[in-house]
């Protein structure tokens, strides 16, 4: 059963450079509501678990140490048809592939350092909301 809720992260990149005001408001424009919403920062076991899907690549160990290099806004958002929506919004993983008006292609630096994280599952959106949230802090 598909479910209307996603994860997502503002990485390190986007708040380094000061963007979490800009790809918010994308976010709500596009019809998204913030369910949860923090900065936090992840350690290196929290990117490691978190990106445990990924431990084989090559760009692990790159991509553990960018994730923990500063803060990160982390949050649930709901809309109907949220994963797929969401992945529509932030587009390709690669900003040189990724459609005109994108977060990514707006505000991501390379396939590496591409601005924001959306779950690519409702699985992996329950997961990855659960990783960073508890039930008290969700609304
Ligand atoms: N990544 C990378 N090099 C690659 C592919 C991915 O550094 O060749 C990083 C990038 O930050 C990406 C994350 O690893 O967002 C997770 O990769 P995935 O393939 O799941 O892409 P996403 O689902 O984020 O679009
Ligand atoms: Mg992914």
């Known amino acids: ?73 982390a949050a649930i958002l709901e809309k109907d048809n949220a994963v797929e929506d969401f992945r529509t919004l932030i587009g390709a993983t690669n900003p040189e592939d990724a459609a005109e008006g994108t977060i990514r292609k707006l505000y991501a630096e390379s396939i590496s350092e591409n601005a924001v994280h959306g779950s690519d599952s409702d699985e992996n959106a329950a997961i990855e909301g659960a990783f960073h949230f508890s039930g008290r802090e969700k609304f």
């Open 1 to 73: 059963m598909a479910t209307n809720r996603t994860f997502t992260m503002l990485k390190p990149d986007a708040v380094e450079k000061g963007h979490i005001g800009a790809i918010l408001e994308k976010i709500s424009a596009s019809g998204f509501r913030i369910v949860a919403m923090k900065l936090t920062q992840m350690t290196v076991a929290d990117a490691e678990t978190f990106y445990a899907i990924h431990k084989e690549r090559p760009f692990f160990p790159d991509l553990v140490q960018y994730m923990t290099r500063g803060p990160i806004v």
